[in-house]
């Protein structure tokens, strides 16, 4: 097995380090010390196809094999871990579920705005008394109508003041643990945006 970088990789690598440099760095110890969120950080990223890194070119993606997009967050972590967070959320645990689990509708319709930065994405999993055991949650989703009605309450959501686009994971089933979650369709994400 091979493990150098490949040239495509030495490139990422590159044009993301001179990005964080430049952009990040100089701003990142401010940044952590204000509660102002760094739209215009997050609109350059998006320019350079970092918002939505392994989404598949044809939903608007960059297409980046694993060990780029592992060289992106090393060189966005090195300048600020912050940013970073709000990156790596946005790809990882927005566009993810979309790309593995959501319909071609949904496809569609969210992940060419996750990727161009026109939406940012935020994932509400954890709740005041459920932390690592995310699997006893209790937000509950009903169907009202012809939409999906919430109940419930997220803490710690990264991007959630900003966001547009909510992946809210919620019990649609009376079962405990994890088989209540979503029963009806076991890989149905609820989209709000
Ligand atoms: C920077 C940051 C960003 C985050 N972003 C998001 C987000 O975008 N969306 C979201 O939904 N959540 C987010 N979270 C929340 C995160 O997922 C939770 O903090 C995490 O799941 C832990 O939950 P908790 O804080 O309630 O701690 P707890 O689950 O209460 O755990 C407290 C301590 O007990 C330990 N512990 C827990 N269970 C056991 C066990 N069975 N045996 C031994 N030890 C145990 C843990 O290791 C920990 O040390 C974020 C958290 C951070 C820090």
Redesign the pocket.
Known sequence: MDFQLTDEHRMIQATVREFATKEILPRAAALDHSPTFPAEIIQKAAALGLMGMIVPERYGGAGVDAVGYVLVHEELARASAGVQ?IIT?NNS?VCDPIVYFGTEEQKRRYLPRLCSGASLG?????EPAH????MSLQASARRDGGEWSLRGT?V????GVEADVCIVYARTGPEPGARGISKETRHQVFLHG
């Open positions: 967070t959320v645990l935020c994932y509400c999993l954890t932390g690592s055991d995310a997220k710690f959501v990264t991007n």
